[in-house]
């Protein structure tokens, strides 16, 4: 007797799934797992990167600064894109400017977002510590389920 496995794509819990990458292992760790997830569950992937633009950060540092983190927002994304890439995605990519986890948060409820994947730790960790922990926020406040890997 001859068997076939034939998938059927079906709407999925997590059809939608952002990823949060700000360059660090544990964001290039959560891309793979979002890979992953997103092969399981047939699903579509939005990469975003936030520029910190909160009156704290902008106490640290100036406009110059500003130009520098957009660059590094660019070749963060352009690197996450390759990974994706090379496991058979095309995902979307998104960049926004302000308080990263706000930001997140609420371009989550806009493109309506089942799962949010983001890294245990990031980068900066000086700014983690006046602003706390951005992983923390989004799994707190996000309306959709939040996948910390670390």
């Known amino acids: 007797m001859l068997y076939f496995n034939i998938r059927i ?15 660090s292992k544990y ?3 959560a891309i793979r797992k979002a890979c992953t997830m997103a092969k399981k569950y047939y699903s579509e992937l939005t ?5 910190d633009r ?12 500003t130009q520098i983190l957009r660059k590094y927002a660019k070749s963060t994304l352009e690197k996450a894109k390759k990974i ?3 496991e058979g995605f095309e995902p979307k990519i998104v960049t926004k400017e302000g308080n ?9 409820k806009e493109a309506k977002t089942d799962l949010i994947i983001v890294g245990s730790k990031g980068l900066g960790a000086v700014l983690q ?7 923390s926020k989004i799994a707190n406040h996000a309306l959709c389920s939040v996948l910390i890997v670390k």
């Not at 794509?9 to 360059?23: A, H, M, N, R, Y």
């Not at 990263?100 to 989550?108: G, P, Q, T």
């Open 100 to 108: 990263v986890a706000n930001e997140i948060i609420k371009f989550s």
């Open 84 to 86: 994706t890439n090379e």
């Open 9 to 23: 794509k079906l709407k999925s819990d997590f059809s939608k799934i952002l990823v949060c990458c700000d360059g």
């Open 54 to 65: 909160t009156r704290k950060s902008d106490v640290f540092a100036g406009s110059e600064y």
């Open 47 to 51: 990469l975003i990167h936030v520029v």
């Open 129 to 135: 510590f006046f602003l706390g922990s951005v992983s």
């Open 27 to 29: 964001s290039e760790n």
